[in-house]
Protein backbone atom coordinates (compact mmCIF):
# COMPACT_ATOMS: atom_id res chain seq x y z
CA UNK A 1 0.00 0.00 0.00
CA UNK A 2 1.98 3.05 -0.85
CA UNK A 3 2.22 6.47 1.63
CA UNK A 4 -0.81 8.53 0.21
CA UNK A 5 -3.34 5.18 0.63
CA UNK A 6 -2.19 4.62 4.03
CA UNK A 7 -2.54 8.40 5.22
CA UNK A 8 -6.28 8.56 3.50
CA UNK A 9 -7.17 5.53 5.31
CA UNK A 10 -6.04 6.81 8.47
CA UNK A 11 -8.19 9.99 8.04
CA UNK A 12 -11.07 7.88 7.31
CA UNK A 13 -10.98 5.76 9.98
CA UNK A 14 -10.67 8.65 12.23
CA UNK A 15 -13.80 10.49 10.87
CA UNK A 16 -15.57 7.25 11.22
CA UNK A 17 -14.70 6.53 14.93
CA UNK A 18 -15.35 10.24 15.20
CA UNK A 19 -18.97 10.16 13.39
CA UNK A 20 -19.27 6.77 16.20
CA UNK A 21 -18.79 8.96 18.76
CA UNK A 22 -20.32 11.91 18.01
CA UNK A 23 -24.15 12.39 19.03
CA UNK A 24 -24.51 15.09 16.01
CA UNK A 25 -22.55 15.93 13.26
CA UNK A 26 -23.60 18.98 11.21
CA UNK A 27 -22.22 19.33 7.91
CA UNK A 28 -20.88 23.67 6.74
CA UNK A 29 -20.13 25.25 4.13
CA UNK A 30 -17.80 28.06 5.09
CA UNK A 31 -16.18 28.98 1.22
CA UNK A 32 -15.54 32.70 1.04
CA UNK A 33 -14.54 32.45 4.94
CA UNK A 34 -11.11 34.00 5.88
CA UNK A 35 -9.10 31.75 8.09
CA UNK A 36 -9.38 34.35 11.17
CA UNK A 37 -13.39 33.35 10.85
CA UNK A 38 -12.72 29.51 10.41
CA UNK A 39 -10.35 29.71 13.50
CA UNK A 40 -13.20 32.21 15.69
CA UNK A 41 -15.84 29.70 15.07
CA UNK A 42 -13.88 26.79 16.22
CA UNK A 43 -12.93 28.26 19.48
CA UNK A 44 -16.73 29.29 19.98
CA UNK A 45 -17.17 25.54 19.13
CA UNK A 46 -14.66 23.96 21.17
CA UNK A 47 -16.42 26.12 24.26
CA UNK A 48 -19.63 24.28 23.46
CA UNK A 49 -17.78 20.91 23.35
CA UNK A 50 -17.41 20.47 19.56
CA UNK A 51 -14.82 19.83 16.94
CA UNK A 52 -15.04 21.73 13.90
CA UNK A 53 -12.62 19.43 10.74
CA UNK A 54 -12.32 19.91 7.41
CA UNK A 55 -11.87 16.29 5.26
CA UNK A 56 -11.91 15.76 1.84
CA UNK A 57 -15.62 15.00 0.34
CA UNK A 58 -13.88 11.89 -1.59
CA UNK A 59 -12.79 10.98 2.23
CA UNK A 60 -15.99 11.50 3.80
CA UNK A 61 -18.13 9.87 1.37
CA UNK A 62 -15.78 6.88 1.75
CA UNK A 63 -16.30 7.12 5.82
CA UNK A 64 -20.11 7.51 5.13
CA UNK A 65 -19.79 4.04 3.18
CA UNK A 66 -18.09 2.79 5.84
CA UNK A 67 -20.82 3.76 8.48
CA UNK A 68 -24.08 2.68 5.85
CA UNK A 69 -25.43 5.92 6.34
CA UNK A 70 -24.14 7.55 3.28
CA UNK A 71 -27.22 7.39 1.15
CA UNK A 72 -29.19 10.93 2.59
CA UNK A 73 -25.71 12.37 3.55
CA UNK A 74 -24.15 12.11 0.51
CA UNK A 75 -25.48 15.34 -1.39
CA UNK A 76 -24.21 17.65 1.13
CA UNK A 77 -20.58 16.77 -0.07
CA UNK A 78 -20.37 19.10 -2.60
CA UNK A 79 -18.15 22.51 -2.84
CA UNK A 80 -15.87 22.80 0.42
CA UNK A 81 -17.27 20.95 3.47
CA UNK A 82 -16.59 21.72 6.98
CA UNK A 83 -18.00 18.97 9.56
CA UNK A 84 -18.95 19.57 13.26
CA UNK A 85 -18.85 16.88 15.42
CA UNK A 86 -20.42 17.13 18.46
CA UNK A 87 -21.69 15.27 21.84
CA UNK A 88 -24.11 18.16 22.83
CA UNK A 89 -25.74 18.92 19.49
CA UNK A 90 -27.65 21.51 20.57
CA UNK A 91 -25.03 23.81 22.06
CA UNK A 92 -23.47 23.30 18.42
CA UNK A 93 -26.56 24.40 16.67
CA UNK A 94 -27.19 27.28 18.69
CA UNK A 95 -22.81 28.64 17.98
CA UNK A 96 -23.68 27.34 14.52
CA UNK A 97 -26.91 30.02 13.93
CA UNK A 98 -25.16 32.78 15.48
CA UNK A 99 -22.21 32.55 13.46
CA UNK A 100 -24.59 32.21 10.39
CA UNK A 101 -26.21 35.42 11.42
CA UNK A 102 -22.85 37.31 11.75
CA UNK A 103 -21.14 35.98 8.38
CA UNK A 104 -23.79 35.02 5.45
CA UNK A 105 -21.29 33.23 3.29
CA UNK A 106 -21.21 30.75 6.27
CA UNK A 107 -23.76 28.01 5.43
CA UNK A 108 -25.23 25.25 7.05
CA UNK A 109 -25.87 22.12 4.96
CA UNK A 110 -27.59 19.68 6.99
CA UNK A 111 -26.61 17.09 9.94
CA UNK A 112 -26.63 13.60 11.49
CA UNK A 113 -27.73 13.83 14.75
CA UNK A 114 -29.02 10.92 17.06
CA UNK A 115 -28.17 8.43 14.30
CA UNK A 116 -30.75 9.63 11.65
CA UNK A 117 -30.14 12.62 9.01
CA UNK A 118 -31.21 15.77 9.38
CA UNK A 119 -31.98 18.80 6.87
CA UNK A 120 -31.38 22.57 7.26
CA UNK A 121 -34.89 23.07 8.10
CA UNK A 122 -34.58 20.83 11.09
CA UNK A 123 -31.90 21.82 12.02
CA UNK A 124 -33.41 25.86 12.50
CA UNK A 125 -35.93 23.96 14.22
CA UNK A 126 -33.31 22.49 17.12
CA UNK A 127 -32.07 25.89 16.96
CA UNK A 128 -35.05 27.67 18.92
CA UNK A 129 -35.27 25.06 21.15
CA UNK A 130 -33.89 26.20 24.31
CA UNK A 131 -30.41 24.63 25.93
CA UNK A 132 -30.45 22.47 28.02
CA UNK A 133 -29.26 24.61 30.56
CA UNK A 134 -31.94 26.75 30.06
CA UNK A 135 -34.62 24.18 30.25
CA UNK A 136 -33.13 23.24 33.46
CA UNK A 137 -32.94 26.49 35.27
CA UNK A 138 -35.95 26.60 34.03
CA UNK A 139 -37.45 23.63 35.65
CA UNK A 140 -35.47 24.49 39.19
CA UNK A 141 -37.60 27.94 38.97
CA UNK A 142 -40.77 26.00 38.65
CA UNK A 143 -40.02 23.54 41.53
CA UNK A 144 -38.91 26.36 43.44
CA UNK A 145 -41.60 28.58 42.78
CA UNK A 146 -43.86 26.92 45.55
CA UNK A 147 -41.55 26.59 48.16
CA UNK A 148 -40.95 30.45 47.67
CA UNK A 149 -44.20 31.36 48.12
CA UNK A 150 -44.91 29.58 51.03
CA UNK A 151 -41.50 31.23 52.43
CA UNK A 152 -42.77 34.64 51.50
CA UNK A 153 -46.85 33.60 53.50
CA UNK A 154 -45.11 32.57 56.57
CA UNK A 155 -42.94 35.80 56.41
CA UNK A 156 -45.83 37.94 56.29
CA UNK A 157 -47.49 35.99 59.08
CA UNK A 158 -44.74 36.24 61.35
CA UNK A 159 -44.15 39.73 60.63
CA UNK A 160 -48.37 40.51 61.12
CA UNK A 161 -47.97 37.82 64.60
CA UNK A 162 -45.16 39.96 65.79
CA UNK A 163 -46.83 43.18 64.98
CA UNK A 164 -50.39 41.64 66.64
CA UNK A 165 -48.10 41.29 70.18
CA UNK A 166 -46.41 44.58 70.15
CA UNK A 167 -47.34 46.60 73.24
CA UNK A 168 -49.60 49.85 72.10
CA UNK A 169 -48.27 53.00 72.40
CA UNK A 170 -48.64 54.60 75.70
CA UNK A 171 -51.29 57.27 76.17
CA UNK A 172 -51.27 60.01 78.71
CA UNK A 173 -53.79 59.66 81.09
CA UNK A 174 -56.31 61.81 82.38
CA UNK A 175 -56.70 61.52 86.09
CA UNK A 176 -60.01 59.77 87.02
CA UNK A 177 -62.69 61.79 88.41
CA UNK A 178 -63.49 60.72 91.45
CA UNK A 179 -66.34 59.22 92.41
CA UNK A 180 -68.48 59.12 95.42
CA UNK A 181 -69.29 56.65 96.84
CA UNK A 182 -72.91 56.11 98.41
CA UNK A 183 -73.60 54.90 101.34
CA UNK A 184 -75.35 51.83 101.04
CA UNK A 185 -77.74 50.65 103.80
CA UNK A 186 -77.29 47.65 104.95
CA UNK A 187 -79.24 44.55 104.48
CA UNK A 188 -80.27 42.63 107.93
Not at 50 to 75: C, H, Q, R
Amino acid sequence: MSENKKKKKVVIDNTVERFKAANGVIITDYQGLSVLKINDLRRKLEKAGADYKVVKNTLSKKALDELNIGKDLKPHFTGVTGLVFCKDYMAAIKVLTAFVKENEKFKIKGGFIDAKSVTLDEIKVLSSIPSRQELLSKFVNILNSPIQRFINVLDRASKEHADAKAPAPAVAEAPAAEVKKEEVPEVK
